[in-house]
């Protein structure tokens, strides 16, 4: 069997860029509220959870790949 490239009429997929825009669409029946963008910002959510994976990372590790 010839390679892919030795053979005659073999056709290329051949891929478009996509457009980047930076709106980001929302679902229909959404609306983007402005005053919640740093509602939360300084609240510890997830405080617990955060503290026992920092434990965890610090006294035992990463895995080993």
């Known amino acids: 069997m010839e390679p ?3 053979v005659e009429n073999y056709k ?4 478009k860029a996509k457009k980047i825009t ?5 679902p229909k029946g ?5 005053s919640l963008d ?3 910002a300084d609240q510890p959510l ?3 959870k955060v ?7 610090k006294n035992i ?3 080993k790949l």
């Not at 959404?30 to 402005?34: I, P």
């Open 12 to 15: 290329f997929a051949i891929m």
């Open 51 to 57: 503290d026992r994976a920092n434990y965890i990372l």
């Open 22 to 26: 930076d709106e980001k669409k929302l």
């Open 30 to 34: 959404f609306k983007f509220n402005a």
């Open 38 to 40: 740093n509602k939360y």
């Open 46 to 48: 997830f405080k617990d």
């Open 4 to 6: 892919f490239w030795f």
């Open 61 to 63: 590790g990463l895995p």
